[in-house]
Structure formats: C-alpha cells, structure tokens
C-alpha cells in the first residue's frame, strides 16, 4: 500500500557499491564522497573550505558554533568535524552541526562505512541513531558539547521550518544533475535565512547553475583548487545587501550577562526547565509556593507519557512523537525505578473514537516501535513514569537551589535583571532571565505584574482529576495486564519509585501497585472521592467487568492533581509580547506576524500542559532553552508558532479586542 502524502515514514537510503567500491545510491545513481576518499574530500573541501582547519579555526575561542549542512549522506563530514572540533585545543564550547537528509541510511551503514580513524566516534553515533520518520532529531554527544541535529525529509520543506544561525555551510548534496532540489534557488534563499553575515559556504561542485543561485541569495561565490582530481571547489562567503526584516535569526546569550535564571514553579514543568538550563551551565534558583516539589497537576505518583497518533499527522502527533524521544534524552542515566517503557494499549472511548482509530489503519504510518494495530487496539510508544521521583531526579543537581514556602506574588524588570517579589513585596530572587512554569498561577502573576492587561491574555483552566492506587494483587483480572491500557480511563503499573511513596513499612513484599484513572472535573463539578473511584471503576467496563476483591476499599489511596489547559489545548512555550507599545497603538499590530512582535527580554513562559505534562515537559524545555541561548531549535517553527504564548495576544489585538485592564499595563523595556 502506498503511503499517504503526510505520511511521516521515510523511505532510507537505497545503498550498494559502485564500480570502484565507493558506497553509492541505487536512487540517485551517483556515490556519496569523492573516488580519492570521503574523510579526505571532508576535511579538504568543508572544513578546510569553511575555515575550520586553519590556526585558529573560526570556531576559536567562541561559546557556541554552527555548521548548517545540505546531505547527511554517511555521516563523514559531521564525524570528521567532530574530530577536528576534539582535536582543537581552542575548539567553541558548544558545537551545533545541523543536517538535512531525506533518505536517511542505517545505523549498521554508518559504521560499515565509516573511516577507519573515525569509528569510535560512528560507534557513539550509532547508538542513539533515529528512525526514519520525518521531523526533527536531536543527539547529544561528547557529554553535550557537541550537538547533532538530524532534519529528516525533503530539503525545500523542512529548511524554511528551521531556527539557527549558521556559522559555516556545507553543501553535499548528491550531484545537481542527479538531486537538482538539493540545488534549487528556493533551498538556497532558505538557507540565506539561517545564515549568519559573514558565514561560509563550501561545496565540491562549481556549476555555473550552482554559483548564480547562491549569488542571488546573497553570497560572494570565489573558485578555489580543487581536490581529489578535481581542478576547483566552491567558497562562499554570504554578504547580503538586503537588511533583514522578516526573518530574524536567533539571538545569542550576551557573553556579558551571567547565565543565571530563576524558574517560578517546581512541578514536572518547572522541574524540566531547570534540569535543561542547568545542563547547559546555568545557575538556577527554582521557587515553589508549595511545601514541597510535584504539587499541583504533577502530585499524582505516576502518569503515562506516550504518543498520540492521528489520520493527518497533526501537531499533537508531531509534538507527542517528538516529546517521547527528548523525554528518554532528558531522563538520568539510572532511570530504571523512575520509567516503565512499553507499548500502551490505546483503546476507543466512545464510537466517534472507535471511528478514528479505524481510520488510522488506513493512513498511520509508523514505525512499529512508535505505532502499531493490534487485533486489541492500537499499541503506541509509551512510559509510565514516577512524578515526583522524577521531578526531585531534574531538581537534583549542584547547579540549581529549590526553595519550597515560596510564594511570588509580583515581577519587576529594571532593564537588566527581573526581581520576584513576594505579597509584603519583599525581593525572592533576582536574575537576568526568569521561566514562569507555574501553572494556573501564571496569567494571574503576569496581570497582577502589569505585563498583561489581565489574566484571559494567557488564558489556562483548571481540571481537576482524582485516580486511586491499590495492590494489584486485588484486583486479580488486572493482575496480569502487560502493558499500560487507556480507554475512558486508564491502568497503570507503577513503576519502583512511585511504589516507594505508597508503600507501608509493614508490608515490604507488596510491591505491585496499580494507577486507576482519572476523572476529568472543571469548577463546580468536583466529585467526592467515592463518586470519583466509583467513575474510574466503571470506566475499566470495556477492560474487564470484573471488580477488585472485597477488601479493595481498605487498601486503597486516592490522589487528587489539578491539571492547567488552554483554550487550545496546546501548552504555551516562549517569550511574551510586550503589549504596552502595541496597545497604546494597535495598528503597529495590523498585518504583524508572531516572530515580528517584540518582546519582554529575559522572560518566557512554559505552562499549560494539562494531561500532557509527562509526554511534552522535557520536549519544550530543550526548545526553551534553545530560545534562550540562540542554539538551533529542536522543532520547527511551525510547531513554535503553535506553541508561542504571544498567539493569544496577537490574534487579540488583530480582534481589537484590548478589553479592561490596559491602564495597568508595565513598560518593562522593548527587546525588539
């Protein structure tokens, strides 16, 4: 069967040999790297080219540098720049390599091709090596100095959904008479907008084709000597005449500015946004109202992340599948007593859902680990995961201070750094960048702070959920349930850390506990816990009908958490806007698009998970923090846009809908 046109699985690379022994493409009918050898074209014709083997090499001495490259192919020239960046004893701190590649290869490829001297490093690439599925994905290597971000899928669609700003440019596409979209004016005007002034561009290939395209996207193109019996390669330099206007490159972390950040809010949320600044070098003072980390939407024991297929491959599908990889790169290395990976079993809940997963069968599209039809349902990629385990395993590092009883009640911005305040207006904490991951609290923080008009410009409800644990040793029918199953409810077992928390003293050998769950309640109609366990129960109808064993009632633990949901059910992740100006004339936001607001510098926003909290919160971590220091998204930008707090306010004042409250508006500074 042929896959739909949004089908996110790829088609890999069709390998064999050609007439000299070089790995070629059935496809393309071309070979990957030069007859005179892959890891001398690397070195000869990119990093040479891009000055990355000169003394210094450009990367000298800076915190953080991008390589941008059209081809992964093998993985030659991204290993060969990995070595030379090791190699350098004035390499950048961080290193970014980002790759586009539509057929990607296997993992046993790249090792059986890779060059001698490169194995070890193909070896540590190998292992964490992705599934062909169109998107996004992030490698940390070299205990995260170096940074591979793999953009599987065609070139011209994914490079406009990129947000980097490239130092050095490698263009390694297959021949462009073989692969001419690798080549095309409109790639070349997409990478122009990823390009920093002044970055490098270096290629194999001089067509005239080649040379003319680049030079109208802004570069100064020069022929230099050639490799390998070729008589010249390609140099550019971009030096655009043109001002940008539309698209604005990611802005660095000024050097001059101490990387230090307070996070308001220490639930799965905040906990994550600490974890993935701390990881990069932050200090951080993390402040929770609470008496104790995981309160809130995070204080159930467990909770099921997993991914969330769909007929067109939707955000949600996009953000879950993306959300379920950075939560494995985000967990401990000893993670075992936190995580139970394995497929759940989704189940329908009603007959218009029946009809959704029917229609699944014909249009998903996935990887048998991601996705998968069963005779029983369909079985997707998932976790159960011990809440507050692992929010005290993100909190646990020398980097960040948790301080509990610690209520904020108001912000301030003096031009460089915030100042939180308590409700006696007492100073908590001051940093040049504060994350708000507090949940309901949040829009009440930013109108009470005069950042916006009121609390419905960052509109988040609650709602309310209950689920019990109990033996699962009595619940005998679901004794032996394998893996998690979620229909109009849920079962899960818990993993090892979370039973810790129920388990009594007096009876060590109990170690299996279920999570049954959960009810969906908003304002006005909370249920008791005996209307709640009575709802849970009868939601397992379709699992099985029969009941737990007499004695259920004595054993069991009721756990009650409070989720914080938007009106769009998409959680809110970056920068807010800042209205003052635009309200005070609402035509400058007449006709302005999301990345053409400006914005309150050093503040971000992550809230509004709701039942999604576990999937996303490592995913939109990574991507805040990438905001903040400038490094390559890992997401496209269609999925930051979907994202961005400021959507609210934008489609607001497009509305002329500035309602009551704009007198209290700040003027905290312009980052424009």
């Given at each position: 069967m042929k896959p739909p046109a949004h089908s996110p699985l790829l088609t890999e690379a069709d390998l064999t040999l050609g007439p000299g022994g070089q790995p070629a493409s059935r496809r393309y009918g071309d070979i990957y790297a030069s007859r005179a050898g892959?890891?001398?074209?690397?070195?000869?014709?990119?990093?040479?080219?891009?000055?990355?083997?000169?003394?210094?090499?450009?990367?000298?001495?800076?915190?953080?540098?991008?390589?941008?490259?059209?081809?992964?192919?093998?993985?030659?020239?991204f290993l060969a720049t990995w070595a030379a960046w090791r190699a350098d004893p004035q390499r950048c701190d961080r290193l970014d390599y980002v790759s586009l590649e539509l057929h990607p290869v296997r993992a046993a490829d790249l090792l059986a091709h890779a060059p001698r001297e490169l194995q070890e490093l193909a070896a540590a690439l190998a292992t964490q090596w992705p599934l062909p599925v169109c998107g996004l994905h992030p490698i940390a290597l070299d205990a995260g100095r170096v940074h591979?971000?793999?953009?599987?899928?065609?070139?011209?669609?994914?490079?406009?959904?990129?947000?980097?700003?490239?130092?050095?440019?490698?263009?390694?596409?297959?021949?462009?008479?073989?692969?001419?979209?690798?080549?095309?004016?409109?790639?070349?005007?997409?990478?122009?907008r990823l390009s920093k002034p002044g970055a490098v561009a270096a290629s194999y290939t001089v067509a005239h084709a080649v040379q003319h395209g680049l030079e109208d996207a802004g570069f100064t193109v020069t022929l230099q000597p050639g490799w390998g019996g070729k008589r010249q390669r390609l140099q550019a330099t971009f030096n655009p005449i043109w001002k940008r206007t539309r698209h604005t490159l990611p802005a660095a972390w000024p050097e001059a500015q101490p990387r230090h950040a307070v996070v308001i809010g220490a639930g799965l949320t905040g906990a994550a946004c600490a974890h993935a600044l701390a990881q990069r070098g932050w200090t951080v003072d993390v402040l929770e109202a609470d008496t104790r980390p995981a309160s809130g939407g995070s204080a159930m024991p467990a909770g099921l992340a997993h991914l969330q297929p769909s007929a067109d491959d939707n955000l949600l599908s996009r953000l879950t599948r993306a959300g379920m990889a950075a939560l494995r790169r985000a967990l401990p290395p000893q993670a075992q007593d936190l995580a139970r990976f394995s497929p759940a079993l989704l189940t329908p809940a009603d007959a218009a859902e029946a009809q959704r997963m029917r229609d699944w069968q014909?249009?998903?599209?996935?990887?048998?680990?991601?996705a998968q039809w069963t005779e029983a349902g369909w079985l997707v990629d998932s976790a159960v995961l011990a809440n507050q385990a692992l929010c005290a395993a993100w909190l646990e590092s020398p980097h960040i201070t948790l301080r509990c009883n610690t209520q904020a009640a108001a912000l301030q911005h003096d031009g460089s750094l915030w100042t939180v305040l308590d409700p006696a207006g007492r100073c908590l904490a001051r940093a040049p960048q504060l994350v708000l991951a507090s949940a309901l609290q949040t829009p009440q923080l930013l109108a009470a702070s005069g950042l916006i008009p009121a609390a419905d410009w960052l509109p988040l409800h609650a709602l309310r959920g209950q689920a019990q644990a109990l033996p699962a040793r009595l619940w005998p029918a679901l004794h032996e349930l394998e893996q998690p199953w979620m229909g109009s409810g849920y079962v899960l077992r818990l993993p090892p850390a979370a039973v810790r928390l129920l388990q009594p003293a007096a009876d060590p050998?109990?170690?299996?506990?279920?999570?049954?769950?959960?009810?969906?309640?908003?304002?006005?109609?909370?249920?008791?816990?005996?209307?709640?366990?009575?709802?849970?129960?009868?939601?397992?109808?379709?699992?099985?009908?029969?009941?737990?064993?007499?004695?259920?009632?004595?054993?069991?633990?009721?756990?009650?958490?409070?989720?914080?949901?938007?009106?769009?059910?998409?959680?809110?992740?970056?920068?807010?806007?800042?209205?003052?100006?635009?309200?005070?004339?609402?035509?400058?936001?007449?006709?302005?698009?999301?990345?053409?607001?400006?914005?309150?510098?050093?503040?971000?926003?992550?809230?509004?998970m709701g039942s999604r909290g576990l999937t996303l919160a490592a995913l939109l971590a990574e991507t805040l923090a990438a905001r903040i220091e400038g490094t390559p998204l890992p997401i496209e930008t269609d999925l930051a846009d979907a994202l961005d707090p400021a959507r609210v306010a934008l489609r607001r004042l497009r509305q002329g809908q500035a309602g009551a409250g704009t007198d209290r508006m700040g003027s905290a500074p312009v980052d424009s």
């Open positions: 892959a890891l001398g074209q690397a070195r000869a014709v990119y990093l040479g080219g891009c000055g990355l083997l000169d003394t210094p090499a450009r990367w000298a001495g800076r915190r953080q540098f991008t390589v941008l490259e059209t081809g992964f192919g093998l993985g030659v020239n591979l971000l793999l953009a599987f899928g065609a070139a011209e669609d994914l490079a406009p959904k990129l947000k980097l700003a490239a130092d050095a440019i490698y263009l390694d596409g297959f021949a462009p008479a073989r692969n001419p979209q690798m080549w095309s004016p409109t790639l070349f005007r997409a990478l122009a014909r249009s998903v599209r996935l990887p048998p680990q991601m050998q109990n170690t299996d506990w279920l999570l049954i769950g959960a009810t969906f309640e908003s304002d006005g109609s909370a249920l008791t816990p005996e209307q709640a366990w009575a709802h849970n129960r009868a939601s397992l109808a379709a699992l099985t009908p029969q009941p737990p064993l007499p004695q259920h009632p004595a054993a069991l633990r009721h756990f009650i958490g409070t989720r914080a949901a938007s009106a769009d059910r998409l959680p809110y992740c970056g920068s807010l806007a800042h209205l003052a100006p635009l309200l005070a004339d609402p035509q400058r936001a007449a006709g302005k698009q999301l990345h053409e607001l400006p914005r309150l510098p050093g503040l971000a926003v992550c809230a509004g």
